[in-house]
């Protein structure tokens, strides 16, 4: 069945880059996607791309994938404290509703 | 603000007690969406309705049930509440294919004592 992988946390200090990492096993994943969660709080959509792109570019924020490794990574450039919160990467494939991983929480040191 | 509406925001249960959880959207979307989020386990879906009239099981649709009400509707029931089911439930909606990604409501936080 499809599956999706994260590390459970990442610290990093205020202004160095994040990078967050995530595996999908379903090559049948159309697009992938970035969620935020902050504290008490719902998902938030970063940013997804399809998966017949290898790169995606949204101001600080760079997703990778490498659909050859079934594998997206999410780089945050200047990292601020502002953006401590869990992150979340998704995957659809055909009709199914998007599928999780568990999250990876990323504190910011200052 | 436009968006996914979720009530109540916290609820502690007894077992056995029943509720139902409540989500509107205005947005228009077509498919809406029951999550719940436990510690280490990421958003596993319990429901989801792709369109008004139709609802399907997710991956762990075991003690609930659900109702698309219409469109703009589609609540959650707890007929005999579990310890096991305390947890942070998420509602969502989106587009008929949902592409573009979904739009979450903020959550109801509950305990099953």
């Known amino acids: 069945g499809e599956d999706v992988e994260q590390s459970l946390f990442l610290s990093v200090r205020e202004g160095d880059s994040s990078v967050i990492n995530c595996t999908y096993t379903?090559?049948?994943?159309?697009?992938l996607y970035w969620y935020k969660q902050e504290p008490g709080a719902g998902l938030q959509l970063l940013t997804y791309i399809f998966s017949n792109m290898d790169m995606k570019q949204d101001q600080r924020l760079t997703v990778l994938l490498n659909k050859k490794d079934k594998h997206l990574s999410l780089r945050i450039a200047d990292t601020q404290t502002g953006d401590s919160a869990i992150y979340f990467c998704a995957e659809k494939a055909g009709r199914r509703a998007l599928t999780f991983g568990s999250g990876t929480r990323l504190q910011v040191q200052p | 603000n436009a968006g996914v509406t979720q009530t109540p925001k916290f609820q502690v249960l007894k077992t056995g007690q029943s509720m139902t959880l409540q989500c509107a959207q205005d947005m228009n979307h077509n498919s809406m969406y029951w999550y719940r989020q436990d510690p280490g386990m990421g958003l596993r879906l319990i429901y989801y309705?792709?369109?008004?009239?139709?609802?399907d099981k997710g991956e762990v649709p075991n003690g609930y049930n659900v109702s698309r009400l219409n469109k703009r509707e589609f609540s959650l029931r707890l007929e005999s509440a579990a310890p096991s089911q305390t947890s942070v439930y998420f509602c969502?909606?989106?587009?008929?294919?949902?592409?573009?990604?979904?739009?979450f409501g903020s959550g109801t936080r509950l305990t099953v004592v």
């Open positions: 309705s792709a369109s008004e009239g139709t609802t």
């Open positions: 379903d090559s049948s994943s159309t697009y």
């Open positions: 969502a909606s989106s587009e008929a294919r949902g592409l573009d990604g979904y739009t």
